[in-house]
């Protein structure tokens, strides 16, 4: 593998055509509202206005409206209904324009991408190009970004490079969670639900006044399965794919008139399982399921559990002086994780009586493991809060994070399927930066921003293996000490062009720190990524229609690149290795749309179209090890591909969503039903491309109808998620033999909620 020094592309004309054609065609696609209107609103109804959407994701409170930056939100019902069945917080995959999220280790260690952008890389010390932010604070490591969604008054999806606020591993885009707070007033909710497989679902919050300047909130969720699946064979975990994953969140604010404190403390308890590898369900030279499949059925010959614990702590203060205010958030996390799967997804091997399902060349069943991670963060903020036309931000932030990452082996075919190999990793991380930004209102329709960071990164890196899985020697220590440096910055320009539509262009980049990859149990070498950098440009509308019954957004876009880090796997090695391209460019549009109809009726419809190419000609990864079709041409190396000219992986082009929500009296109470549709396009599961390891679109629903009572008080519901029950591959292993991991399957229960 190596890089090209083809000189950098640039975007055609042909393209800034097109999309000034689209963005032209979104802004004039409303100009006169007055005949959908009428159409919109039938006679004697008089459909409710939109509540007005406000962000954070610029670090104050705006209307969404005025913030130049392709940005969602998610919140309220949605929330409830998008993980009502105990979902993780995969849920979120396709529920905005341009956003996928996976994963190969089930409930924990989740992977985003925003715009095609994201990893693929399955090591526990992995970066991601899509920060996510909880509660303020930046959560780093893969397994800290799983923590579960509850008593959430909002999520940001903000698309597009971060580099300015947010500072590193943010050239994709942010998601923001943002925790309900403690108030004043007692009151809370709780929520019961139970589904198949004996699914029981609990959530609930308490909020406490304690005093005049002090209140709690107390808030839980308890997510439980039985098992779904069976294994006949006579070995190996016997039943699979039940959980319990607990989580819990206490909040202490305490206010005064030029003085506020909140102090969070929260913890993860998961016991369940790894995701299923399954062996050979793959057609050979399709990507449709073998004949047969059964969902239930998984014989294994090994070994899979997995357990989580991780707990945090962080303070937020914020002093409110004259002119300025000053922020404070000290955060500490910490985490352990153990995660065991047989990952050649059947049980015996060529080389055995028997063996199955299909052709299974040779045994993989590993294990990888966090027996420390720590993570402390400090950001120090000071920023105006005057209402003159010029508002400025400018802070500092301390990263540090210490993790120590385990991989296994074991001898699947001795008795107890004992460890035979061992290695071990620890990386040592240190950053710093410093950012400023600046709003500046030339009139009060024309508003200018810009910003800019510097930041510092430093990681001490060493791997070595002890035990050798394949009885030879050991593994001498291997070390990498990367450094870098960087400035990022934005520029962005709003514009009202009347009270009801607002325009804005953006220019801003963005970037990712060097990445390590040092699975030394299978191979001598570690790999380091340099550093990536991103340059995106972005134009949209933001338009609220009909009398504020409808709102309107869409973007188009454009960005590259430089020095893009890849995750390429091994052929027949259970290994990855990183790898840098020289380039990659993507561009589309982002559409959003909701609408209240009627009084009885509401609807949103959301898009997005992304165009992503790998922009290297020169750069070779090692395909399958399993016999796929592999349509790349051959590369300089025996047994390698070019990749050149393919779209990232798993970044499908089309993304939609769809859901429609009803609701009329009943009683003393409303009778609802809401449904949502979400749409995802095919796309690679790896950097090259294979017939087998293409992912099919995939399209989903859900539904739920309840009947709310006594002023909202009580609410009883009806779920399903996945409701055509739609079974297919969605990732793979590719290493040994045609090993596929499904979408999941079609759930269903009932809810209680009770608020108070």
């Given at each position: 593998?190596?890089?090209?020094?083809?000189?950098?592309?640039?975007?055609?004309?042909?393209?800034l055509?097109?999309?000034?054609?689209?963005?032209?065609?979104?802004?004039?696609?409303?100009?006169?509202?007055?005949?959908?209107?009428?159409?919109?609103?039938?006679?004697?109804?008089?459909a409710?206005?939109?509540?007005?959407?406000?962000?954070?994701?610029?670090?104050?409170?705006?209307?969404?409206?005025?913030?130049?930056l392709?940005?969602?939100?998610?919140?309220?019902?949605?929330?409830?209904?998008?993980?009502?069945?105990?979902?993780?917080i995969?849920?979120?995959?396709s529920?905005?324009?341009?956003?996928?999220?996976?994963?190969?280790?089930g409930?924990?260690?989740?992977?985003?991408?925003?715009?095609?952008?994201?990893?693929?890389?399955?090591?526990?010390?992995?970066?991601?190009?899509?920060?996510?932010?909880?509660?303020?604070?930046?959560?780093?490591?893969?397994?800290?970004?799983?923590?579960p969604?509850?008593?959430?008054?909002?999520?940001?999806?903000?698309?597009?490079p971060?580099?300015?606020?947010?500072?590193?591993?943010?050239?994709?885009?942010?998601?923001?969670?943002?925790?309900?707070?403690?108030?004043?007033?007692?009151?809370?909710?709780?929520?019961?639900?139970?589904?198949?497989?004996?699914?029981?679902n609990?959530?609930g919050?308490?909020?406490?006044?304690?005093?005049?300047?002090?209140?709690?909130?107390?808030?839980?969720?308890?997510?439980?399965?039985?098992n779904?699946?069976?294994?006949?064979?006579?070995?190996?975990?016997?039943?699979?794919?039940?959980y319990?994953?607990?989580?819990?969140?206490?909040q202490?604010?305490?206010?005064?008139?030029?003085?506020?404190?909140?102090?969070?403390v929260?913890?993860?308890?998961?016991?369940?399982?790894?995701?299923?590898?399954?062996?050979?369900?793959?057609?050979?030279?399709?990507?449709?399921?073998?004949?047969?499949?059964?969902?239930?059925?998984?014989?294994?010959?090994?070994?899979?559990?997995?357990?989580?614990?991780?707990?945090?702590?962080?303070?937020?203060l914020?002093w409110?002086l004259?002119?300025?205010?000053l922020?404070?958030?000290?955060?500490?996390?910490?985490?352990?994780?153990?995660?065991?799967?047989?990952?050649?997804?059947?049980?015996?091997?060529?080389?055995?009586?028997?063996?199955?399902?299909?052709?299974?060349?040779?045994?993989?069943?590993?294990?990888?493991?966090?027996?420390?991670?720590?993570?402390?963060?400090?950001e120090l903020?000071?920023?105006?809060?005057?209402?003159?036309?010029?508002?400025?931000i400018?802070?500092?932030?301390?990263?540090?994070?210490?993790?120590?990452?385990?991989?296994?082996?074991?001898?699947?075919?001795?008795?107890?399927?004992?460890q035979?190999?061992?290695?071990?990793?620890?990386?040592h991380?240190?950053?710093?930066?410093?950012?400023?930004?600046?709003?500046?209102?030339?009139t009060?329709?024309?508003?200018?921003?810009?910003?800019?960071?510097?930041?510092?990164?430093?990681?001490?890196?060493?791997?070595?293996?002890?035990?050798?899985?394949?009885?030879?020697p050991?593994?001498?220590?291997?070390?990498?000490?990367?450094?870098?440096?960087?400035?990022?910055w934005?520029?962005?320009?709003?514009?009202?062009?009347?009270?009801?539509t607002?325009?804005?262009?953006?220019?801003?980049?963005?970037?990712?720190?060097?990445?390590?990859?040092?699975?030394?149990?299978?191979?001598?070498?570690?790999?380091?990524?340099?550093s990536?950098?991103?340059?995106?440009?972005?134009?949209?509308?933001?338009?609220?229609?009909?009398?504020?019954?409808?709102?309107?957004?869409?973007?188009?876009?454009?960005?590259?690149?430089?020095?893009?880090?890849?995750?390429?796997?091994?052929?027949?090695?259970?290994?990855?290795?990183?790898v840098?391209a020289?380039k990659?460019?993507?561009?589309?549009?982002?559409?959003?749309?909701?609408?209240?109809?009627?009084?009885?009726?509401?609807?949103?419809?959301?898009?997005?179209y992304?165009?992503?190419?790998?922009?290297?000609?020169?750069?070779?990864?090692?395909?399958?090890?399993?016999?796929?079709?592999?349509?790349?041409?051959?590369?300089?190396?025996?047994?390698?591909?070019?990749?050149?000219?393919?779209?990232?992986?798993?970044?499908?082009?089309?993304?939609?969503?769809?859901?429609?929500?009803?609701?009329?009296?009943?009683?003393d109470?409303?009778?609802?039903?809401?449904?949502?549709?979400?749409?995802?396009?095919?796309?690679?599961?790896?950097?090259?491309?294979?017939?087998?390891?293409?992912?099919?679109?995939?399209?989903?629903?859900?539904?739920?109808?309840?009947?709310?009572?006594?002023d909202?008080?009580?609410?009883?519901?009806?779920?399903?998620?996945?409701?055509?029950?739609?079974?297919?591959?969605?990732?793979?292993?590719d290493f040994n033999?045609?090993?596929?991991?499904?979408?999941?399957?079609?759930?269903?229960g009932?809810?209680?909620?009770?608020?108070?």
């Amino acid at each position: 593998m190596r890089k090209s020094t083809s000189p950098q592309r640039f975007i055609p004309s042909s393209t800034l055509s097109a999309l000034s054609l689209i963005a032209l065609a979104v802004a004039t696609a409303f100009p006169v509202q007055s005949a959908f209107a009428q159409a919109a609103k039938p006679a004697g109804d008089e459909a409710g206005q939109l509540d007005t959407v406000i962000v954070t994701g610029q670090r104050r409170s705006e209307n969404l409206k005025d913030v130049p930056l392709s940005i969602s939100a998610i919140k309220g019902e949605a929330l409830d209904t998008y993980n009502a069945s105990g979902q993780d917080i995969r849920f979120m995959a396709s529920r905005v324009p341009s956003l996928n999220v996976e994963s190969d280790f089930g409930r924990v260690f989740p992977r985003f991408y925003i715009r095609g952008l994201g990893n693929t890389d399955f090591d526990l010390n992995a970066s991601q190009p899509v920060g996510l932010i909880y509660d303020d604070v930046v959560q780093e490591n893969p397994i800290l970004k799983g923590y579960p969604v509850f008593d959430v008054d909002q999520i940001e999806v903000l698309r597009g490079p971060q580099g300015t606020l947010f500072g590193r591993n943010s050239p994709a885009g942010v998601i923001k969670f943002d925790s309900a707070k403690p108030t004043n007033e007692f009151g809370g909710y709780a929520n019961l639900g139970y589904g198949n497989y004996n699914a029981i679902n609990l959530e609930g919050a308490v909020n406490v006044p304690l005093s005049k300047e002090w209140a709690m909130r107390f808030s839980g969720q308890s997510q439980n399965r039985d098992n779904r699946v069976h294994n006949p064979q006579p070995t190996g975990t016997k039943d699979l794919e039940g959980y319990h994953d607990n989580a819990a969140r206490l909040q202490l604010q305490y206010t005064t008139k030029d003085f506020s404190a909140l102090f969070n403390v929260h913890g993860r308890d998961l016991s369940g399982n790894a995701t299923l590898f399954r062996a050979n369900i793959i057609k050979k030279g399709t990507n449709d399921l073998v004949d047969g499949f059964r969902y239930d059925n998984y014989p294994t010959d090994g070994i899979n559990t997995q357990t989580l614990t991780s707990t945090g702590v962080n303070a937020r203060l914020r002093w409110d002086l004259d002119g300025m205010t000053l922020y404070s958030i000290t955060a500490y996390d910490k985490a352990k994780l153990y995660s065991r799967a047989d990952v050649d997804g059947g049980y015996g091997a060529s080389f055995m009586p028997t063996m199955g399902p299909g052709f299974i060349p040779f045994n993989a069943e590993t294990a990888d493991g966090v027996p420390d991670l720590k993570q402390i963060t400090q950001e120090l903020r000071l920023q105006s809060n005057t209402k003159d036309p010029l508002q400025w931000i400018s802070g500092l932030y301390l990263f540090k994070e210490d993790i120590q990452v385990d991989s296994f082996n074991f001898d699947t075919f001795a008795p107890g399927n004992p460890q035979n190999g061992y290695a071990v990793q620890h990386q040592h991380a240190k950053s710093w930066a410093a950012f400023g930004s600046i709003n500046y209102a030339v009139t009060d329709a024309f508003k200018l921003r810009g910003g800019v960071r510097y930041t510092n990164d430093k990681k001490d890196f060493d791997a070595i293996r002890t035990i050798n899985p394949f009885g030879g020697p050991a593994h001498t220590l291997r070390t990498a000490h990367p450094e870098s440096t960087n400035v990022s910055w934005d520029i962005g320009a709003n514009y009202t062009v009347d009270k009801a539509t607002s325009v804005y262009a953006r220019v801003a980049t963005g970037y990712r720190a060097p990445s390590i990859q040092g699975r030394v149990l299978f191979g001598d070498d570690i790999s380091v990524a340099n550093s990536e950098k991103a340059l995106s440009f972005e134009a949209g509308v933001k338009q609220d229609l009909f009398n504020n019954t409808a709102r309107l957004s869409a973007t188009v876009f454009h960005y590259d690149v430089k020095d893009l880090q890849l995750t390429a796997g091994s052929g027949s090695v259970n290994q990855n290795r990183l790898v840098n391209a020289d380039k990659a460019t993507g561009q589309g549009v982002e559409v959003e749309f909701q609408v209240n109809l009627n009084r009885n009726f509401k609807a949103s419809v959301g898009g997005s179209y992304n165009d992503t190419e790998i922009k290297d000609a020169k750069l070779f990864v090692s395909p399958c090890g399993g016999g796929c079709t592999v349509t790349n041409p051959a590369g300089p190396v025996a047994g390698t591909v070019l990749i050149g000219g393919n779209p990232l992986p798993r970044a499908p082009k089309w993304v939609s969503n769809f859901s429609l929500r009803y609701n009329a009296a009943l009683g003393d109470g409303e009778i609802y039903a809401y449904t949502d549709w979400s749409y995802k396009d095919k796309y690679n599961m790896f950097l090259y491309e294979a017939k087998e390891y293409t992912a099919k679109s995939l399209f989903e629903g859900g539904l739920r109808v309840g009947y709310k009572w006594a002023d909202g008080k009580y609410e009883v519901a009806a779920y399903g998620r996945n409701i055509t029950d739609k079974q297919q591959v969605i990732a793979a292993i590719d290493f040994n033999n045609l090993t596929g991991i499904l979408n999941e399957p079609r759930a269903y229960g009932v809810q209680f909620k009770l608020n108070f």
